[in-house]
């Protein structure tokens, strides 16, 4: 069965830091691009940084680059987040999702702003929410 959870999420001061995990299973984790993505309320979801599992390769939206570092663990297959200096903005639902190492599927999950039809499996969010 394939899985993906995202944990980590919760409530923090703006300035503050929060590390979330993508943990997978149920497939081979270096074929696949593995991106985070967030949603807030009332908002369309949008990708926040994705990186390929096989040779590291790594994106970020704009908002975020210089704040959060995706990270990977392949003995764990599990991707991390690490998410610093928040800001009330960065408050939403993540959630983590896989795409294959395929062409033109990878470039479509890679690239900013990723295809979200890129994706095929998604896992489910975790709330992180950030005070003023």
């Known amino acids: 069965d394939v899985q993906l959870q995202a944990s980590g999420g919760g409530l923090v001061q703006a300035g503050g830091s929060l590390r979330l995990s993508c943990a997978t299973s149920?497939?081979?984790?270096?074929?696949?691009?593995i991106g985070w993505f967030r949603q807030a309320p009332g908002k369309e979801r949008e990708g926040v940084s994705c990186?390929?599992?096989?040779?590291?390769?790594?994106d970020y939206a704009d908002s975020v680059r210089g704040r959060f570092t995706i990270s990977s663990d392949n003995a764990k297959n599990t991707v991390y987040l690490q998410m610093n200096s928040l800001k009330p903005e960065d408050t939403a639902v993540y959630f983590c999702?896989?795409?294959?190492?395929?062409?033109?599927?990878?470039?479509?999950?890679?690239?900013?702003?990723?295809?979200?039809?890129?994706?095929?499996?998604w896992g489910r969010g975790t709330l992180v929410t950030v005070s003023n």
């Open positions: 999702a896989r795409a294959p190492l395929v062409d033109p599927i990878s470039a479509q999950a890679l690239n900013f702003p990723p295809r979200t039809t890129a994706y095929d499996r």
């Open positions: 149920g497939f081979t984790f270096d074929d696949y691009v």
């Open positions: 990186i390929s599992s096989d040779d590291g390769s790594t």
